[in-house]
């Protein structure tokens, strides 16, 4: 029997407030998983900590809830050791972008195959609405100037999710929103058959600390048909478009993925695969 969308939950039930976007951000990724009849056997979701990386204890696969901000390089090392697995990240703007933006380049630039999901809503929700590194300063669709930690208005620029991942070299770079579940179904089917590393930002309001829905719903703009993926200077114009909200795939080029190249090192290290002697290998270290 083929498995639906039901055949991917856990008897775990969210905990998100309710209208929290990252409702929607799950509900989409069973959907996907059933239009591509992923084995959950073989699958495994990795996450560090914040409300939207409590999600792989929703959905019926391998799941590794790990420490803050460390999310890719433990995806990484997964995908390392057993290339077949489907590998995907999930964390939020603060997880991602404060405490684990260090590693966002080296996981791009490896191109490593794994899928990387940001539910940005711009605002630290799980520790009570305190600035994060994408919480903007009144600019569309990023919410209000005043939060916890800048009662007197923010006054820090905010981070270009977009921007940063053009310049890392991610090979797939798209934009989704919690309001358009069907579509953000869609970018992850795209994104997980995309040999290399595919980052989606997922615009997926709090409804406590920053509510934008109405901002957002006024600033998105969809992509299809009116851009082309592959075109790199075209791609990084709309990423440093603020103002407004462009929904697709901003970007996408095939590349060789890190798995490719470990495997290329390996054939010229032993042709053909052979079975090596070890104890001649060691002798030839002894004799240098």
């Known amino acids: 029997m083929p498995f639906q969308p039901k055949d991917y939950k856990t008897e ?11 409702f929607a ?4 990724l069973y959907q996907a998983f059933a239009a591509m009849q992923i084995d959950p056997t073989k ?4 996450s560090g900590i914040g409300c939207s990386s409590r999600l792989p204890v929703f959905v019926k696969n391998y799941g590794f809830h790990t420490v803050h901000g460390r999310t890719l390089p433990v995806a990484t090392g997964i995908k390392l050791a057993n290339p077949d697995l489907t590998v995907l990240a999930m964390g939020g703007d603060g997880d991602a972008f404060a405490i684990g933006g260090g590693h966002i380049p ?13 539910m940005d809503n711009f605002i630290y929700g799980l520790t009570k609405g305190q600035t ?6 009144g600019d569309i669709g990023h919410g209000f100037k005043l939060t916890t930690t800048s009662p007197h208005g923010q006054y820090e620029e905010p981070l270009n999710p977009m921007a940063m991942l053009l310049t890392y070299g991610a090979s797939f770079v798209a934009r989704g929103y919690s309001s358009k579940p069907k579509q953000l179904a869609e970018l992850y089917q795209v994104a997980m058959k995309h040999k290399g590393f ?18 957002l719903d006024a600033a998105i703009i ?25 929904l697709g795939i901003i970007y996408q080029k095939e590349r060789p993925t890190l798995t490719d190249r470990f495997e290329a090192i390996l054939d010229q290290s032993n042709p053909g695969g052979t ?8 002798a030839s270290y002894r004799a240098i």
Request: one cysteine or more.
């Open 12 to 22: 775990a039930k969210p905990i998100w407030c309710p209208g929290c976007g990252d």
């Open 25 to 28: 951000v799950l509900a989409a």
């Open 43 to 46: 699958t495994v979701i990795v």
């Open 106 to 118: 080296h996981a791009a630039r490896r191109n490593v195959d794994i899928t990387y999901i940001v």
């Open 132 to 137: 994060s590194p994408t919480t903007g300063t």
């Open 198 to 215: 595919s980052f989606i930002q997922i615009l997926s309001p709090c409804v406590v600390f920053n509510r934008t829905y109405d901002e």
């Open 222 to 246: 969809p992509l299809e048909g009116q851009h082309d993926p592959s075109d790199y200077q075209a791609a990084m114009r709309l990423a440093l478009d603020t103002q407004t909200e462009h």
């Open 275 to 282: 079975p090596q002697d070890l104890q001649k290998l060691f």
